[in-house]
């Protein structure tokens, strides 16, 4: 028995969709039309109906768009609706945690305003603390509660007190959209130190002084100058190269000799500046 087909507004209204949602899902690779007409119309059958219920699902269940993706498709570890469900229960549950822990800090700021020991500085203070909250979830999809605690204590035997006051006071709120910039930036700073170090260039060359001033302008921009913070961080990394391979909380970017060579270059860099 031959299936039925859809063109676009028919299926949309079947589905009630819009026609730019289902371009959209097209485009993410959510759901693709399973044919096109001669004319180069997209036509959907039944079995697509089924696809986007359960994308709508679990789109109002709270999943993302790549999320989704990863539960759908083809090549997935298959899951029963109840595991999904499950999942989505004790993100909510965190969620919900994280949210109790705001309303707190906004009842205890409202009960200081009524009290009148609260100022405008006060409020920055928590609005901050919310904004650090808010996006305090996004590493745990990059790394373990492990990974997580060893960055802390790193991070606690390495900032002074006045270096984390100061971070405070610029308002430093390191989100994953931050993190995945920084990264693409990194992550060429690092294969450039690894082929330059390798070939056993000129340290203080012009491909290598082009590495040591990239690297500089990424550690200018997340200490903005601060000789505190920049002694913090510095120190961060001694206390990471310090540890062994099998305690760091994440592989070192570059090797030893390599790190060596960069060591060289940066020196070059310091003393032209």
């Known amino acids: 028995m031959d299936q039925r087909l859809y063109r676009t507004?028919?299926?949309?209204?079947?589905?009630?969709?819009?026609?730019?949602?289902?371009?959209?899902?097209?485009?993410?690779?959510?759901?693709?039309?399973?044919?096109?007409?001669?004319?180069?119309?997209?036509?959907?059958?039944?079995?697509?109906?089924?696809?986007?219920?359960?994308?709508?699902?679990?789109?109002?269940?709270?999943?993302?768009?790549?999320?989704?993706?990863?539960?759908?498709r083809p090549t997935a570890v298959p899951q029963s609706l109840g595991d999904v469900l499950a999942q989505q229960k004790e993100m909510m549950r965190a969620k919900r945690v994280?949210?109790?822990?705001?309303?707190?800090?906004i009842d205890e700021t409202a009960q200081l305003l009524r009290n009148g020991e609260c100022d405008w500085d006060s409020l920055v203070r928590v609005i901050q603390a919310i904004q650090m909250e808010q996006n305090k979830d996004w590493a745990k999809k990059y790394f373990t509660p492990e990974?997580?605690?060893?960055?802390?204590?790193?991070?606690?035997?390495?900032?002074?007190?006045?270096a984390r006051e100061r971070m405070a006071a610029r308002g430093i709120v390191w989100t994953e959209e931050d993190q995945k910039r920084v990264d693409v930036q990194w992550a060429s700073v690092n294969a450039d130190v690894a082929r330059l170090a390798d070939a056993n260039a000129d340290p203080a060359g012009e491909e290598a002084q082009d590495v040591a001033t990239r690297y500089s302008n990424l550690i200018s921009a997340f200490t903005g100058g601060d000789p505190e913070i920049t002694k913090g961080l510095n120190q961060w990394w001694q206390n990471f190269d310090s540890l062994p391979d099998t305690q760091k909380p994440f592989p070192s970017p570059n090797t030893k000799e390599q790190q060596t060579w960069f060591d060289k270059a940066l020196a070059v860099y310091r003393e032209r500046k």
Do not use: H
Request: proline share 1%; aromatic share 10%.
């Open 9 to 72: 507004g028919q299926f949309a209204r079947k589905a009630s969709v819009s026609i730019r949602t289902l371009r959209y899902y097209d485009k993410e690779g959510l759901l693709a039309p399973s044919q096109y007409s001669e004319s180069g119309y997209r036509l959907y059958t039944d079995a697509d109906l089924v696809n986007l219920q359960q994308i709508l699902a679990l789109k109002f269940l709270g999943f993302s768009l790549e999320e989704i993706k990863a539960l759908l």
């Open 98 to 105: 994280q949210l109790d822990g705001i309303i707190k800090a």
């Open 147 to 162: 990974q997580l605690e060893q960055m802390q204590s790193l991070s606690d035997q390495s900032y002074s007190d006045e």
